[in-house]
């Protein structure tokens, strides 16, 4: 069995981790951009899978990647989907591949609206973003909060993520 990391450049991280449930397979974002080779496609090429050179992509800092322990295959493209370049997806949690909940580094302006780095937003993956929860509506003290993990179990009822999950001090 192969890990994510067993393939990634000397001081490159995995910031965020998910799962797909379509493909059954982990999803990742990573700290810096980073162009990855797909490590064992052999098997795929010789079945007629793939043709020419051998796969490989570039994964920005704010895209997810999914991993099927011999190809790395894109999964959400941020850019794409209006995410500046110089955004760093923290955290990221896969409800289906149009059903995105991620938090950023940073504050981003998104689909008319800005973002704090202490929200979780979902992201449709055609460049819709709708916010989901605010931390600092939770409690004033998460004002300064930076979302570094999600997870949530699906499905739930859109609007009410979270409900009941937080006590204030």
């Not at 704010?62 to 500046?84: I, R, T, W, Y």
């Not at 600092?136 to 859109?158: G, H, I, K, M, T």
Request: hydrophobic share 45%.
């Amino acid at each position: 069995v192969h890990r994510v990391s067993d393939f990634l450049p000397e001081g490159v991280n995995v910031d965020a981790v998910s799962f797909d449930p379509v493909r059954n397979i982990p999803v990742v974002s990573f700290d810096r951009t980073v162009r990855l080779r797909s490590p064992f496609p052999a098997k795929r090429f010789a079945a007629g899978e793939y043709k020419g050179a051998i796969p490989r992509i570039t994964v920005s800092r704010n895209d997810l990647v999914g991993f099927d322990g011999e190809l790395f295959l894109p999964f959400f493209d941020a850019e794409a989907a209006g995410v500046p370049a110089s955004v760093n997806l923290n955290a990221a949690h896969v409800i289906s591949s149009s059903f995105i909940l991620m938090s950023f580094d940073t504050a981003v302006a998104l689909d008319g609206r800005v973002f704090q780095d202490h929200q979780v937003v979902s992201a449709d993956g055609a460049g819709g973003f709708t916010p989901v929860l605010d931390l600092a509506e939770v409690d004033d003290s998460w004002q300064s909060a930076d979302v570094e993990a999600l997870w949530e179990r699906a499905p739930f009822p859109f609007g009410v993520l979270f409900q009941d999950s937080f006590e204030s001090p």
